[in-house]
């Protein structure tokens, strides 16, 4: 990953006490754009949906294959802690 927004701590979920990592897959294209992401591991629907935009603003390294560049799909931990 080359740059991502800091993800956006809900204040909701900071008072609800909420926090823990939520996993997410994202689909980085050619360019290192991530043009899909979803969660595979939720945490709750406050701190999953903060954790997509985060996700979303990612900028990545494109993985090459024989012919150069290529989408693929990759796992992206987003860690909330309250401390």
């Not at 999953?48 to 985060?54: C, Y």
């Not at 979303?56 to 693929?72: D, E, I, Q, Y």
Request: contains cysteine; hydrophobic residues 45%; glycine residues 6%.
């Amino acid at each position: 990953m080359t740059s991502m927004v800091e993800p956006v701590y809900p204040e909701e979920a900071k008072q609800a006490n909420e926090q823990g990592v939520v996993w997410c897959h994202a689909y980085v294209d050619a360019t290192g754009r991530v043009t899909k992401a979803h969660i595979f591991q939720h945490v709750t629907p406050t701190l999953d949906q903060a954790a997509l935009n985060a996700v979303n603003t990612a900028l990545f390294l494109p993985a090459h294959g024989k012919s150069g560049a290529v989408g693929t799909w990759v796992v992206v931990p987003i860690e909330f802690m309250l401390h």
